[in-house]
């Protein structure tokens, strides 16, 4: 992990509440892999203090991206920041989603993100098809207006699955019940056809989606990872803020998302009333 | 060349600015950021005798340039510290002051019994003073009485200098910084956090699982600065400030009242070298100033 000062804002889209910068930062996109975050100092002022937490969504040569939608003050003023100005960055932080290194050539992948949470997708998704993964991209909101990426991921020629819950775009409802469907057709077709490999579930997006997901791994017994969210107060391990219920060597405690995660595996979450 | 060390009589620090308990980790998680070399001193995240779970989340919230936390003291413990974390330290040149906690007296006791084996730590900061342990924020630092019994038993037992860590949640805080120093500590460091809350005003819940928090940060130092100013005047022991330092001439504001050495806390999370880069700033005022040693900063508050 390293420290960028002056990380030069080169381009911005914005779609209504959602946003995207594209960073150039040679030294932290060096190493940047899907899953790990940054944390972007929205101003110098002392007011928001903390910075705020922002998974990669892409990586393109010196550029990294990332891609949030206007919650709170903070990403409301990172909101106004423009090409040509720069942004004080820590990154790239945490685990990342766990890949295997060789080619996984004839792989499916199923990726599934709620809102915001298909941010760290797109970077997972390309990685993936690098090593010859397939990734079928389940991206769900509240209307056709935040889905804001859908045509970008088309436009990869990725392989995309939309749910909203109003109907105005795809399939009408939460994402979950899309993903088990599509999931029950492909396992069927696949037991149909010859021997593939184990698929894998990789999500990220509010608790409540992600526990909706866990169910449906647990059920048709796939493994699965989840890019999980927490308040964040440093984002390196010393302020023990971020903390959720982890299972891990058999014990079950308070562990860190910022550096144990954010990407945890299915059995290691203790899902909590969400 | 400037002098920047400056001396607490039972420790000589290369510079004045050491980071603060809790907002450091045990060091190493610093070391991308910082060269742990060049710090007057690391005060490492409280440690009871055993792991300790902490509390549930959300265990933070923001406030107008503050941050309000209610993490419970999650931790390794001291045998796990010693074993694992310490040797790891063992050749950064910086102090290694260890702040201990306690449930119960006996705790206080069992842990700085475990620490006196261990030669690699300079000195203790007894931490007498987080507000979100038990019930209504209540801990040990609250009265005089209290703090003078602990302070005595925790003297007593330890094999080297105690600095006891002051709460700034009191009516009067000279009374409770004479207390600590009749019952033999060697210096006192202040503030811990200020007793906080905050609410989510759509489910009218607190935003804190603890209910109560402690604030930190730039909202707290004109109030910090204050009793740091009380303590400094009255006491006869070396006081160590803290409260919201994020600058080199924040930090000079507690010298000047009387610090003779300053802690760098929540500022930490924000800009991880920012202990260094405020040691680079105290130096660059002296330079400026044509203040040769920066001791000569110290108590050095005008008010005619």
Redesign the interface.
């Known amino acids: 992990?390293?420290?960028d000062p002056e990380a030069l804002i080169v381009r911005k889209e914005t779609w209504g509440e959602y946003c995207l910068l594209a960073l150039h930062s040679p030294r932290l996109a060096r190493t940047a892999k899907p899953g790990q975050f940054l944390m972007v100092?929205v101003s110098d002022q002392?007011?928001?203090?903390?910075?705020r937490p922002f998974s990669i969504h892409a990586r393109e040569r010196n550029r990294l991206e990332i891609f949030f939608s206007k919650v709170g003050t903070g990403t409301a003023i990172l909101a106004e920041r423009n090409p040509g100005e720069t942004l004080?960055i820590?990154g790239p932080l945490g685990k990342g989603f766990r890949i295997a290194r060789k080619k996984q050539t004839g792989g499916t992948a199923f990726l599934v993100g709620g809102g915001r949470g298909i941010a760290p997708l797109y970077f997972l998704a390309r990685e993936l098809r690098s090593r010859g993964v397939r990734p079928r991209i389940f991206y769900g909101g509240k209307t056709e207006s935040h889905l804001p990426l859908l045509s970008k991921l088309a436009a990869q020629g990725f392989d995309v699955f939309v749910s909203t819950d109003d109907g105005s775009l795809g399939f009408r409802g939460f994402i979950g019940p899309m993903l088990e469907r599509e999931l029950a057709r492909w396992l069927s077709a696949s037991r149909r056809g010859p021997a593939v490999r184990q698929p894998e579930i990789f999500a990220c997006g509010p608790d409540a989606m992600l526990k909706g997901v866990a169910g449906i791994a647990d059920r048709y017994q796939i493994p699965a990872q989840f890019s999980l969210e927490?308040?964040?107060?440093?984002g390196?391990?010393?302020?023990?803020?971020?903390?959720?219920r982890i299972k891990q060597a058999g014990r079950t405690?308070?562990v860190k998302i910022c550096?144990d995660g954010p990407v945890f595996k299915n059995s290691e979450i203790v899902w909590e009333d969400a | 060349m400037i002098d920047l060390s400056v001396d607490l009589g039972f420790l000589k620090l290369r510079n004045p600015v050491l980071v603060a308990s809790?907002?450091?980790?045990y060091g190493l998680?610093?070391r991308?950021?910082v060269n742990l070399n060049r710090l007057g001193g690391i005060v490492v995240?409280g440690l009871y005798f055993e792991p300790r779970?902490?509390n549930?989340?959300?265990?933070?919230?923001?406030s107008?340039?503050?941050?309000i936390?209610a993490?419970g003291l999650?931790?390794i413990g001291a045998r796990a510290f010693c074993e694992k974390v310490l040797p790891r330290l063992a050749r950064v040149k910086a102090p290694i002051i260890v702040n201990v906690c306690g449930e119960t007296d006996e705790e206080y006791l069992a842990v700085i019994d475990y620490l006196n084996r261990y030669d690699r730590i300079a000195a203790y900061e007894l931490n007498i003073s987080c507000p979100n342990i038990r019930a209504g924020g209540r801990c040990p630092a609250l009265s005089p009485d209290s703090t003078h019994s602990l302070v005595k038993l925790a003297k007593a037992a330890a094999r080297r200098p105690l600095i006891t860590k002051l709460s700034p949640n009191v009516t009067d805080i000279v009374s409770v910084a004479r207390a600590a120093e009749e019952a033999g500590s060697d210096a006192i460091s202040l503030v811990n956090t200020l007793l906080a809350m905050a609410v989510d005003v759509e489910t009218r819940r607190p935003r804190l699982a603890n209910v109560l928090g402690g604030l930190s940060?730039?909202a707290i130092k004109p109030v910090a600065l204050r009793m740091v100013y009380q303590v400094a005047s009255q006491a006869r022991i070396p006081v160590i400030g803290m409260g919201g330092i994020?600058t080199g001439r924040d930090a000079l504001e507690f010298m000047i009242v009387g610090a003779r050495a300053v802690e760098v806390g929540?500022a930490?999370?924000?800009?991880?070298?920012a202990s260094i880069r405020i040691v680079g700033e105290i130096e660059a005022f002296c330079r400026e100033k044509k203040t040769g040693r920066v001791e000569e900063i110290i108590g050095t508050l005008v008010t005619d």
């Open positions: 992990m390293l420290k100092r002392p007011y928001p203090l903390l910075r004080d820590l927490a308040i964040m107060g440093c390196i391990g010393a302020c023990w803020g971020c903390v959720k405690g308070w550096e | 809790g907002t450091f980790g998680e610093f991308p950021f995240k779970e902490g549930p989340p959300p265990r933070l919230a923001e107008a340039s503050g941050l936390n993490i999650q931790g940060g730039p994020m929540t930490n999370f924000i800009d991880p070298g």
